[in-house]
């Protein structure tokens, strides 16, 4: 979405006239973090002393996404985590609906085949949690790509050094046993219930990513260091390279900050980003609420014909008369 679309608000530090800011403006401003879309103007004044002004979209809310079944041609992504399923305490505790997998494999045959999991989870945790499920996935960030279900895994980045792996679990393990998930191409370290934790381990894990040339991902309640060459942006826009998926409009629901990358894969294919949970600062366009409000909005398709299927067959019959 282009910043003209939106509503801006100003936070003056001062009055006057406005000139422009200039080079260095946001250093000069002296804040401990600015928002990656902010804008910086300089004012003068009444004495004509120069202040500077913090210009950041506003955080009004953003619409409900149109019901599904009236998108046409529509490829859908789905992160995992607190988007198809509740978060919990533990990576390993999640509940997973037992409604969740036959959801998924319905509307992909709804949509053709349009369907994909993007995740920050490794394949191999997701194909533990929902089964040997029927749909294209791409787990650890990108990391791991899968056109198609039963295809080969492509790995589309490098093993994580040992150099990272090693120094992160023995700082997991000598601050409060945090809980360390190893994957492919990363390592995610999860502080829930040691917030205190997050500030040393975030300037650990830059530390090790900027040494290694990896880089770091700041999800929620948890800090990952994974190898470049992919991210939910990157899967998003390989998808949409395959036969099945090219000229679709694209929608990627997700809640976290690791999403954003594929929200604005999204907008560059013609679609969008729905933001799922909290309003906050986001690339998406649209929004819903919880979990639920995402299986509610993903059934809502389910009664469009899948092509070249019957009533009968969707439902699980033979499509041959019974009697
Ligand atoms: O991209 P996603 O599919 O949403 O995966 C993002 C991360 O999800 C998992 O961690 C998050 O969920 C856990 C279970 O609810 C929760 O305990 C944790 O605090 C969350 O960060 C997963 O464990 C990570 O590997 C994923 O990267």
Do not use: C
Not at 197 to 222: C, S
């Amino acid at each position: 979405m282009a910043f003209a679309d939106r509503h801006f608000n100003w936070r003056p530090l001062g009055g006057g006239r406005i000139v422009d800011a200039g080079a260095g403006a946001i250093d000069r401003l002296g804040l401990a973090s600015v928002p990656d879309d902010a804008k910086v103007r300089a004012m003068t004044d009444e004495s004509e002393g120069l202040k500077l002004a913090l210009h950041t979209p506003a955080q009004g809310d953003l619409p409900q996404p149109p019901p599904l079944r009236t998108l046409a041609q529509t490829a859908i992504f789905l992160d995992f985590d607190g988007t198809l399923v509740d978060i919990a305490a533990r990576p390993d505790a999640v509940e997973v609906a037992h409604t969740l997998p036959a959801l998924i494999e319905r509307l992909d045959a709804v949509l053709g085949g349009r369907v994909a999991l993007v995740s920050g989870r490794a394949l191999a945790a997701l194909d533990g949690m929902l089964g040997p499920l029927d749909v294209a996935m791409a787990g650890s960030h990108g990391g791991e790509f899968r056109p198609a279900a039963g295809d080969e895994v492509h790995p589309l980045a490098d093993p994580l050094p040992e150099g990272i792996a090693g120094p992160l679990a023995r700082f997991a393990r000598d601050n409060g046993d945090l809980i360390v998930e190893r994957k492919p191409f990363s390592m995610a370290v999860h502080y829930r219930g040691h917030a205190g934790m997050r500030e040393p381990l975030l300037a650990m894990a830059r530390d090790l990513a900027e040494d290694h040339g990896a880089g770091v991902k700041d999800g929620k309640m948890v800090v990952e260091v994974v190898m470049p060459g992919s991210d939910k942006g990157s899967a998003v826009a390989k998808f949409m390279e395959m036969p099945l998926f090219a000229g679709a409009t694209p929608y990627f629901v997700g809640d976290d900050v690791t999403d954003e990358d594929a929200f604005r894969a999204v907008e560059r294919f013609g679609g969008g980003g729905i933001l799922v949970g909290a309003m906050r600062r986001t690339a998406a366009r649209w929004r819903l609420d919880d979990v639920r409000a995402v299986h509610a909005w993903l059934s809502d398709a389910l009664e469009l014909a899948p092509p070249g299927k019957t009533d009968d067959e969707m439902a699980g019959g033979s499509g041959e008369p019974t009697g």
